[in-house]
């Protein structure tokens, strides 16, 4: 079945950066748009980004503009969240996302914790 496996979370000090990656098992990404969500102790699911198909379409809220970048390679079957001049309120656990005929698809996620 379709499996979604995030990796890259970890400890890192404000203003650095880490790179999350989202691999697929047993199908292919490359005929659908993925998300990144994330999930602070608290608060609710909110979205970070999301990448179309090609790549050739991406967007950010507000909050991670201008230090978050996603990316793809479709011929690796992954997707990529490079994460840049990060703050304390930036830890949560990182999920990817997908949907497949009308059913939403996440990762385990993966931890990323911001602190000095």
């Known amino acids: 079945q379709l499996q979604l496996v995030e990796s890259g979370g970890g400890l890192v000090q404000p203003g650095g950066s880490l790179r999350l990656s989202c691999a697929a098992s047993?199908?292919?990404?490359?005929?659908?748009?993925i998300g990144w969500f994330r999930q602070a102790p608290g608060k609710e699911r909110e979205g970070v980004s999301c990448?179309?198909?090609?790549?050739?379409?991406?967007n950010y809220p507000d909050s991670v503009k201008g230090r978050f970048t996603i990316s793809r390679d479709n011929a690796k079957n992954t997707v990529y969240l490079q994460m840049d001049s990060l703050k304390p309120e930036d830890t949560a656990v990182y999920y990817c996302?997908?949907?497949?005929?009308?059913?939403?698809?996440w990762g385990q996620g993966t931890q990323v914790t911001v602190s000095s």
């Open positions: 990448i179309s198909s090609s790549g050739g379409s991406t």
């Open positions: 996302y997908v949907r497949y005929i009308g059913t939403p698809y």
């Open positions: 047993e199908f292919t990404l490359k005929y659908y748009a």
